[in-house]
T-cell receptor
Framework: SQQGEEDPQALSIQEGENATMNCSYK?????LQWYRQNSGRGLVHLIL?????REKHSGRLRVTLDTSKKSSSLLITASRAADTASYFC???????????FGQGTRLTINP | DVKVTQSSRYLVKRTGEKVFLECVQD?????MFWYRQDPGLGLRLIYF???????EKGDIPEGYSVSREKKERFSLILESASTNQTSMYLC?????????????????FGPGTRLTVT
């Protein structure tokens, strides 16, 4: 069964606006990761946040983690056309050697 | 930069054929993974390997096998391809499988192989 569930499934915004995607999961985790996938390509790792962290930044990306609600959000500020992609969260449960990916949010940035 | 390469970007095979998908990473990573990606189903783990000659079943191993004879190479084998194995196949590697407190590390993905079985 899928561990992570992204919301919304699709998001369309104007260039320059901020984009927020959410991820919910079911079991206790060690860390949560966000990946980007451009159409027809492999996934690219964006950011990893550990279970004892609440917020993390990387350039225009801001990730938050609320372990009490078992949820995370990815904020992309000042969006650009190049941010058009699918975004996936991935979690690893305690003791697991593998990540479980959600189904992703399809983000479209309109010029 | 870590580089993960896959042998083909596009592949068309006939039902019943034996299919080999090759994946090579150049950063001495311990772990390697094979996923398939289908619309509406996301990424699903087929098999992974945490060492040479070691393999572990993922969530959907039926109809697939794997081989890891060298650390840098992880092969996915479809013994007898079927139309329901038409999919995008993604290979990934990570530095360690299990880190501090059993946590996972970031994975590096290849560009994917789009396999069509007719």
């Amino acid at each position: 069964s899928q561990q992570g569930e992204e919301d919304p499934q699709a998001l369309s915004i104007q260039e320059g606006e901020n984009a927020t995607m959410n991820c919910s999961y079911k079991t206790s985790i060690n860390n949560l990761q966000w990946y980007r996938q451009n159409s027809g390509r492999g996934l690219v790792h964006l950011i990893l946040i550990r279970s004892n962290e609440r917020e993390k930044h990387s350039g225009r990306l801001r990730v938050t983690l609320d372990t009490s609600k078992k949820s995370s959000s990815l904020l992309i500020t000042a969006s650009r056309a190049a941010d058009t992609a699918s975004y996936f969260c991935a979690t690893d449960a305690w003791g697991a050697q593998k990540l479980v990916f959600g189904q992703g949010t399809r983000l479209t940035i309109n010029p | 930069d870590v580089k993960v390469t896959q042998s083909s970007r596009y592949l068309v095979k006939r039902t019943g054929e034996k299919v080999f998908l090759e994946c090579v990473q150049d950063m001495d990573h311990e772990n390697m993974f094979w996923y398939r990606q289908d619309p509406g189903l996301g990424l699903r783990l087929i098999y992974f390997s945490y060492d040479v000659k070691m393999k572990e079943k993922g969530d959907i191993p039926e109809g697939y096998s794997v081989s890891r004879e060298k650390k840098e190479r992880f092969s996915l084998i479809l013994e007898s391809a079927s139309t329901n194995q038409t999919s995008m196949y993604l290979c990934a590697s990570s530095l360690y499988g299990v880190g501090l407190r059993g946590s996972s590390y970031e994975q590096y993905f290849g560009p994917g192989t789009r396999l069509t079985v007719t």
